[in-house]
């Protein structure tokens, strides 16, 4: 007699059979082991004072910008398994099946000025980047203001929002992901890019401990992006590339991307002189219009 045959005659297998598919039913995508991951990032001194990993949740951003507004103090990562309202920047939509990605937001109230704070999110990008760059074999590029890339597909986003004296960063980052599931003609995953490593487990560790001396280093040093903006150019994918910036009120640059400069802003050569860019859409001239790829 066969299994499924068996699996009806018997309720006993037929519930040990299926109840685990209820946790996870796809064995090439295991969960996260929250009491783990807790147990070798938490501490009391920081800088992760709690890691919270959940099943699902509409967007892990939004759980921690509610936190903030009741008080949460700080040091707090929440992490998703699957997310079913993912943002990214412009309010633009993200879709991931379930922990095919490492989707996590972290909550900080930072001491240093606040003019400065505009600089965690590109802190947040350039750590992930070395992070995945290191443990997973991949080289991975920052597209200005807020994308990781590998080659020229995105494979990460980051968002930051600022919800009264605290800051919270959001990740989204495509691991497992398929290439029938990938969203955009320019997404790209880890298993797509042949990484060494697609464990969630070993990257979501390196990620935030990568983000964490960042961090620290950046408010011992009051929030000063010396160090940060020179690190940022060294990994940039669009320093140096011919590119279109879309300007907030639909005005269009076309230029020469030269320089991060210590505001960071993104400086351009244009053929009407030099400009330097706060925000606007970024398309690198001569590559692939990027999707929504990843966002928090």
């Known amino acids: 007699m066969d299994l499924p045959s068996q699996a009806l005659s018997l309720g006993v297998i037929r519930t040990l059979v299926r109840m685990p598919a209820a946790r996870f039913d ?8 929250a009491v783990a991951l807790a147990r070798a990032l938490q501490s009391p001194a920081g800088p992760w004072r709690e890691v919270r990993v959940v099943d699902v949740t509409g967007s892990t951003n939004v759980d921690l910008a509610a936190a903030a507004r009741a008080g949460d103090p700080g040091g707090l990562v929440l992490v998703a398994e699957h997310q079913d309202h993912g943002r990214g920047r412009l309010d633009r939509t993200w879709v991931s099946p379930p922990r095919a990605g490492l989707t996590f937001s972290v909550l900080w109230r930072p001491t240093v000025d606040p003019a400065r704070w505009g600089w ?9 980047a070395e992070a995945v ?11 200005w203001p807020n994308d990781l890339l590998a080659g020229q597909r995105k494979l990460a986003g980051v968002l930051a929002e600022r919800v009264g004296e605290a800051v919270v960063v959001g990740v989204g980052l495509n691991v497992s992901t398929r290439v029938d599931e990938l969203v955009g003609p320019g997404a790209t995953s880890l298993l797509f890019e042949d990484a060494a490593c697609t464990d969630r487990d070993p990257l979501l560790r390196s990620a935030l401990r990568r983000v964490a001396e960042r961090y620290r280093d ?15 150019v060294e990994r940039s994918a669009t320093v140096g590339q011919e590119v279109q910036v879309l300007l907030p009120g ?19 050569f244009t053929e009407d002189g030099v400009e330097a860019v706060a925000a606007g ?16």
């Open 250 to 268: 639909g005005r269009t640059l076309r230029g020469t991307a030269t320089d991060i400069d210590a505001e960071g802003r993104l400086v351009l």
């Open 133 to 143: 760059s290191e443990t997973a074999l991949v080289d991975v590029r920052l597209k």
């Open 218 to 232: 950046w408010t011992t040093g009051g929030g000063d992006p010396t160090t940060l903006r020179q690190a940022l």
């Open 281 to 296: 859409d970024v398309v690198h001239l001569g590559q692939p219009p990027m999707g929504p790829g990843a966002g928090p």
């Open 26 to 33: 796809d064995l090439s995508r295991p969960p996260l082991d």
């Open 120 to 128: 965690l999110s590109p802190l947040v990008g350039l750590a992930v």
